[in-house]
């Protein structure tokens, strides 16, 4: 099995900064990409931003230039920066991560959330 443990979040004023974290533990042979999905209240779940274990990032529009993806490999872990933070950032952020537990055997998994929010 494999569990993704979240961090992070918490309470900002905008402006502020916040660094999530998520690691990755439990049968792993080889993590794809990891990366940020989040759902604001009433709005449904989108990417923030994903990593793939090569490097390669991908970042929602609204957050490019204000957010940072990156990852350490050999702890199976990703962490997100999010510097100039603004209220329409406040959500519930989930950690993603593709795993493969077995040579062409790919599976998606999910963390429970972290509440992120932005007053203003």
């Known amino acids: 099995q494999v569990q993704l443990v979240e961090s992070g979040g918490g309470l900002v004023q905008a402006g502020g900064s916040l660094r999530l974290s998520c690691a990755a533990s439990g049968s792993i042979f080889s993590i794809n990409a990891m990366g940020w999905y989040r759902r604001a209240p009433g709005k449904q779940r989108e990417l923030v931003a994903v990593?793939?274990?090569?490097?390669?990032?991908n970042y929602r529009d609204s957050v490019k230039g204000r957010f940072t993806i990156s990852r350490d490999n050999a702890k199976n872990t990703v962490y997100l920066q999010m510097n100039s933070l603004k209220p329409e950032d406040t959500a519930v952020y989930y950690c993603y991560a593709q795993v493969s537990v077995h040579p062409r055997h790919e599976y998606d998994y999910w963390g429970q959330g972290t509440q992120v929010t932005v007053s203003s």
């Open positions: 990593i793939t274990s090569g490097g390669s990032t």
